[in-house]
């Protein structure tokens, strides 16, 4: 087994996920997508009991925001850290799932359903570290002070659970992006064999 073959893991549908492209995608998301970071840490936009469910509201509109512009971004960021020949460059990576969608509308559906299942998972991580780190608490001072908050963040808690979900999302991203690039290399070598 070769190194190259080696950093390669083969799917059943034939196509090749490059586990540098994913390792250099994933550490490129987590750069990237500091922003999103920044609004998880956020409690009084992401609980309504640090907030209000207005603020919450208005967190959750930002939070979709900024998925889906880190979903659209994600191949670009690919091609930036792990370009593949002429197919899958900076500048191009966007046109290529463009045509990805085109020529194989379920390849792509496919690929976006990982992403959701893996964002998701995220969900699910940072549930499972509420329950072991608990975040929100009552407020004993509420009982004799109406105006005191009805509930106590621990922040720390809270950052972990944040920290946990913004690292398995930005894996999320890096997933689907570099899937698509395996596409990509995969549509790409089927034309030159055709031709």
């Not at 971004?73 to 990576?93: D, I, T, Y």
């Not at 009552?138 to 720390?156: G, R």
Request: glycine fraction near 8%.
């Amino acid at each position: 087994m070769t190194a190259t073959s080696a950093t390669r893991m083969s799917h059943p549908d034939g196509s090749l996920l490059d586990l540098r492209a994913l390792a250099r995608a994933f550490a490129a998301c987590l750069a990237v997508n500091v922003p999103l970071l920044a609004l998880l840490l956020i409690p009084q936009l992401m609980r309504s009991r640090a907030g209000s469910e207005a603020l919450l509201t208005v967190g959750l509109l930002l939070l979709f925001a900024l998925v889906v512009g880190a979903v659209v971004f994600a191949p670009e960021v690919s091609a930036k850290v792990a370009p593949a020949g002429p197919h899958w460059l900076p500048g191009g990576a966007r046109a290529r799932v463009r045509a990805l969608r085109c020529e194989n509308r379920r390849t792509y559906l496919w690929r976006l359903g990982e992403f959701v299942a893996l964002y998701i998972a995220a969900q699910g991580v940072g549930g499972l570290i509420a329950w072991l780190l608990p975040h929100v608490e009552d407020n004993p001072a509420h009982a004799t002070d109406p105006t005191a908050s009805v509930w106590i963040i621990d922040y720390p808690n809270y950052a972990v659970q944040a920290g946990a979900m913004y690292v398995c999302i930005c894996f999320a991203l890096a997933w689907y992006a570099t899937r698509l690039r395996a596409e990509s290399v995969r549509s790409a070598a089927q034309v030159q064999q055709g031709g």
